[in-house]
């Protein structure tokens, strides 16, 4: 097995444990491998030695918990992943995954004591072979006379991430998402750093639609590749409650001249649950207009039936937690049925999110979803290599036809 890392380090204050997850570590072709018992030592080296490529963290520990050391990780900016190991019930390791997800970090997934072999290698085995540009884990993030400027000065940059039919494995669309580009630095920043100071200082509704002409001008490499390629835009319950919202749009896109049936508008669930009527009305014009309308991160918030039935999303974005741990974690996999039964009496398509590995990929397949997205097909990149797209399986010859020879890195 080629596992892609050279140091891991264990922080596990179970002796046992620790050895048998060292030997196995070793014996499939991992160099360095390091033990640690306190959570604060391993703080401790990380912050003033060289990173590990992976830290393998116990959830029961003597001086802290996994919670409290994903905390006080952000400090260390650390970039590496991170994998969980725990004797208590899945979904404590669930809870403690999505923090770290929510934090930025590359999260594998977590093992089960007691520690067997086939655990490890799965757990190293999940480890996308391209992975995105890491950004460092840190609070820092932009004032909001910084988001002005920048928004203003074209400093607000899209990525793209293509949409693939499960069927044919045929690109149908992408999803566009935000990132900064740092003028001084050159650096790219994650939309964490951005995206809630622009919402807590009510600028975000002028981030979006900066975001958006910045997509729309765009188009004209869509439009080489597929006239028919659906283009993804996230936005905030907030813009979505300025009932011009749809006037405003509709002006950009005839100036533009895109049609809005080529854009879908997407909106996080969670937020959903604190939802004005304002919003419900925004939404039907939308939809009326010819917008296409999707519900993303589905299974993380607390959407009820009752709201779906009569909001006209047409598409269901299943969230990634759900998709990565479904592969092994029944529950996971029973809110996936549940969502693709819901989906399918709604007539809404499905979009499996966050798919990186062939077992995902045949899971999803399996259980019916209509559309994948995530690492195993291509990572977010910028309008000049979003076609250029290195696919692990044969694909046809529309998508092949648009290779080079940069492709994923």
């Known amino acids: 097995m080629n596992s892609n890392y050279e140091h891991v380090l264990i922080l596990e204050d ?17 160099t ?37 050391f994903v905390r006080f990780l952000t400090e260390t900016h650390y970039e590496g992943d991170i994998g969980f190991i725990s004797g208590n019930d899945s979904r404590v390791l669930d809870v403690v995954q999505q923090l ?26 999940a ?15 932009l004032t909001a006379n910084q988001i002005i400027k920048g928004v203003r000065t074209g400093a607000l940059l899209p990525y793209y991430q293509p949409k693939v039919d499960i069927v044919d494995n045929r690109v149908i669309g992408f999803e566009s998402l935000a990132r900064w580009r740092d003028k001084k630095t050159d650096q790219i920043l994650s939309p964490a750093t951005f995206i809630p100071v622009a919402e807590r200082f009510g600028i975000i509704s002028e981030l979006s639609l900066t975001f958006l002409k910045a997509v729309l001008s765009d188009f004209k490499h869509f439009d080489a590749f597929d006239e028919q390629l659906t283009v993804a835009v996230n936005f905030s319950i907030d813009s979505l409650s300025d009932r011009h919202l749809p006037d405003m749009l509709l002006d950009l896109l005839r100036e533009y001249n895109v049609s809005p049936f080529r854009i879908v508008i997407e909106v996080t669930e969670s937020r ?33 039936l009752y709201r779906l039935k009569h909001t006209p999303f047409e598409e269901l974005k299943l969230d990634r937690s759900f998709v990565q741990d479904a592969v092994r974690d029944n529950s996971a996999k029973a809110v996936i049925r ?26 999803v397949n399996e259980m019916g979803c209509d559309v994948m997205q995530g690492f195993r097909f291509a990572k977010p990149q ?15 010859s529309q998508v092949e036809s648009h290779l080079t020879g940069d492709a994923r890195v």
């Open 32 to 68: 360095t491998v390091t033990r640690f018992e306190s959570g604060f030592d391993v703080l401790h080296e990380v912050e003033h030695n060289k990173h590990p490529d992976l830290i393998l963290c116990d959830l029961r520990l003597s001086d802290m918990d996994g919670l409290q």
């Open 382 to 396: 910028p309008i000049e290599r979003a076609f250029n797209v290195e696919w692990p399986l044969h694909q046809v």
């Open 14 to 30: 179970d002796a046992v444990t620790a050895a048998h997850l060292s030997s196995t570590l070793s014996k499939h072709g991992i």
């Open 272 to 304: 959903l649950a604190n939802e004005r009527i304002n919003v419900l009305e925004v939404l039907a014009r939308l939809h009326l207009a010819g917008f296409r309308l999707s519900i993303d991160d589905f299974g993380t918030g607390y959407s009820s």
């Open 100 to 125: 770290a997800r929510s934090l930025g970090y590359s999260v594998l997934g977590g093992i089960t004591k007691p520690v067997t072999p086939n655990q490890v290698v799965r757990l190293l085995m």
């Open 338 to 363: 549940s969502s693709m039964q819901l989906a399918k009496e709604l007539n809404m398509q499905v979009v499996a999110e966050g798919v990186e590995t062939e077992a995902e990929q045949q899971l």
């Open 127 to 141: 480890r996308p072979i391209n992975e995105p540009e890491q950004q460092p884990h840190s609070i820092y993030s």
